[in-house]
C-alpha cells in the first residue's frame, strides 16, 4: 500500500476551499470528521468543497468545473442528476416515501419484475438491499442457508465491501486488519486461474464470489472461459455463483451486467451504486427463485427498514431503463475513448506501461506509484477526476459516464495529453 501522503501537495492550493488555506480546510472539516481521513486526501491533492453537479461535471464550491470520469465507480453512470432519473424521484416524492418493508406496492413490483427481464436466465427473485456491502453479505447467507454447506470462495485482492461477511473476503491490510478475527470459512483463489479454483472448490463449497473484471485492485480481465469453467465448476460441486455486480453492472462493460460479458448466468447477481441512478441508495441480490426457498418456512429471517423504498423503486426503475437505452451507443463510444488513450500513453511508454480495456471500464498501469498517482493529482489539477486503485496507487482506472458526448472525449484526451506532457522527462 503505498504512502499516499504528501502525494499531490503540490495541486493542493488550486481547487476550491472556499476561500480557505489547505491548514484551515483541515481544521474545519477534520475536527467534526476524521482528521487523518481529510488530510489524507488533502495530501493526494484534492482539497475540495463540493458544489452543483449535473451531467458529466461537477463543481467545486468556487465553480471550478470537473469533468467526472471516475463516477464514483459507475454510481453516477448515468451523470449527475440524470434527469430522467431525477424526474422519477420527484414525482414518487409528491405522493410516497419509503413504504413498509412489510407490504408490497405498484413500484415495487414493477422493479423486480424490471430486474427479472433484464437479467439473464432464470434470475428473477429480487432481495431488496441498500448498500453494495448489505447486498453481498445477504448473497453470503442466502448461499449458507440454501446449501447448508458453509465454505465462501473469494479472488485475491477483490472489493466486496467493508461489512462482515463482505470484509471477510478483503485482501490483508489496514482495511481490515483492525476487525479480525472475522467470520470463519472464507478461502481465497487466484482471480482467472481456473485451476487453482478447481484445487480448492468442493462439495463443502456454499458459493464463489466473483466480479466478471476485477475491478478495485487493477481492472484485471480473466483469461476467455475463466467464469464457463467457474460455472461448470460450480455445477458439478453444487457451489452457487455469486456475480458481484456493483460496478460491473449497469452496462460498465459494455453490457447490461458483467456476467453477459462473459455469458454466463450466476445463481445471485448483486447490484448496487449505478442502480441508484446516483440519487437514492438501493441495492439488490437477484437469484435464482431456489436460493430463497429456504426462506419458507421463515420469510422474514433477515430484513432491513430502509430496504427497497417505494421512491428508490422508481428512481432504480428509471436507471434500469435508462441504462437499457444507452446500450448501443457504449461500445463506439468506449472505442474510440480506447483508441485516443492508446494513441496517446503509447507515446509516454516510460511513464505508462500498460491500458487494460473492457467495455466502458479502463485501468492504465503507470510505472510505479509516484507516477501513477502523480497523473491523478495532475488530471485533477486540469479539471478531470480519474481514480487511483485502493491498493495500487500504479494503477488509474476511468469509469466514464456512459452519457459521454465525442466533444468531452476529446477534451479528456486533451487533458491526458498535456498532464503526461508535463510530467514526461525532458530529453
Ligand atoms: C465490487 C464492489 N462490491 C461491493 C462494494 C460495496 O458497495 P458499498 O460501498 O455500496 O457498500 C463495492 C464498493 O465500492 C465494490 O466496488
Redesign the pocket.
Known amino acids: 500500500m503505498p504512502d499516499r501522503r504528501g502525494v499531490g501537495t503540490a495541486v493542493a492550493n488550486v481547487r476550491g476551499m472556499a476561500g480557505l488555506t489547505p491548514t484551515e480546510f483541515v481544521e474545519r472539516y477534520g475536527r467534526y470528521f476524521n482528521v487523518e481521513r481529510v488530510e489524507a486526501i488533502a495530501g493526494l491533492g484534492f482539497m475540495f468543497v463540493e458544489g452543483p453537479a449535473e451531467g458529466v461535471w461537477f463543481e467545486d464550491s468556487e465553480g471550478h468545473k470537473f469533468l467526472d470520469m471516475w463516477c464514483m ?1 459507475g454510481t453516477f453512470s448515468l451523470g449527475h442528476r440524470n434527469p430522467v432519473v431525477l424526474a422519477a424521484a420527484q414525482d414518487a416524492l409528491a405522493t410516497e416515501d419509503f413504504g413498509s418493508l412489510f407490504f408490497f406496492s405498484e413500484d415495487k413490483g414493477r422493479l423486480a419484475e424490471k430486474l427479472a427481464q433484464c437479467t439473464p436466465g432464470r434470475l428473477e427473485t429480487t432481495h431488496p438491499t441498500v ?4 447486498a ?1 453479505d445477504l448473497s453470503i447467507k442466502l448461499a449458507r442457508g440454501s446449501t447448508g454447506r458453509t465454505e465462501i470462495l473469494y479472488a485475491d485482492h ?6 462482515g461477511f ?1 470484509l471477510s473476503m478483503m485482501a490483508r491490510g489496514s482495511m481490515r486488519d483492525y476487525a479480525e478475527p472475522l467470520v470463519p470459512d472464507f478461502t481465497e483463489v487466484c482471480f482467472g486461474d481456473a485451476a487453482d479454483l478447481a484445487s480448492k472448490i468442493s462439495e463443502r463449497t456454499a458459493a464463489v464470489v466473483l ?1 466478471a473484471v476485477r ?2 485492485c487493477d481492472g484485471a480481465i480473466p483469461p476467455e472461459g475463466y467464469l464457463t469453467e467457474v460455472r461448470r465448476l460450480c455445477d458439478e460441486t453444487g457451489a452457487k455463483l455469486i456475480s ?1 455486480e ?3 453492472g449497469m452496462g460498465r462493460l459494455g453490457t447490461f451486467w458483467g456476467c453477459d460479458y462473459w455469458g454466463v448466468e450466476p445463481d445471485m447477481l ?1 447490484t ?2 449505478g442502480f441508484s441512478g446516483g440519487i437514492y441508495p438501493m ?1 439488490a441480490v437477484v437469484t435464482r427463485p431456489e436460493c430463497l426457498d429456504f426462506f419458507g418456512e421463515s420469510p422474514y429471517r433477515t430484513i432491513s427498514s430502509f430496504a427497497w423504498s417505494n421512491v428508490g423503486a422508481r428512481v432504480s426503475l428509471a436507471a434500469l431503463e435508462e441504462t437499457e437505452r444507452l446500450l448501443p451507443r457504449l461500445g463506439p463510444l468506449g472505442d474510440r475513448l480506447h483508441a485516443g488513450v492508446m494513441s496517446i500513453t503509447d507515446r509516454f511508454p516510460d511513464l505508462v506501461l500498460s491500458v487494460r480495456r473492457a467495455g466502458m471500464l479502463f485501468a492504465i498501469d503507470f510505472a510505479d506509484a509516484g507516477t501513477g498517482l502523480g497523473f491523478l493529482a495532475g488530471m485533477f489539477a486540469a479539471g478531470v477526476l480519474v481514480v487511483a486503485s485502493s491498493q495500487r496507487g500504479d494503477v488509474i482506472k476511468l469509469y466514464p459516464p456512459l452519457i459521454l458526448e465525442d466533444a468531452e472525449v476529446d477534451l479528456f484526451l486533451d487533458r491526458m495529453e498535456s498532464v503526461l506532457s508535463k510530467m514526461a522527462p525532458r530529453g
Do not use: N, Q, R
Open positions: 465507480g448498500t453494495g456491502a448489505e453481498i477483490s472489493y466486496h465491501g467493508c461489512t463482505a466480479e475491478t478495485d458481484d456493483v460496478v460491473c448483486v448496487a451504486k441495492s
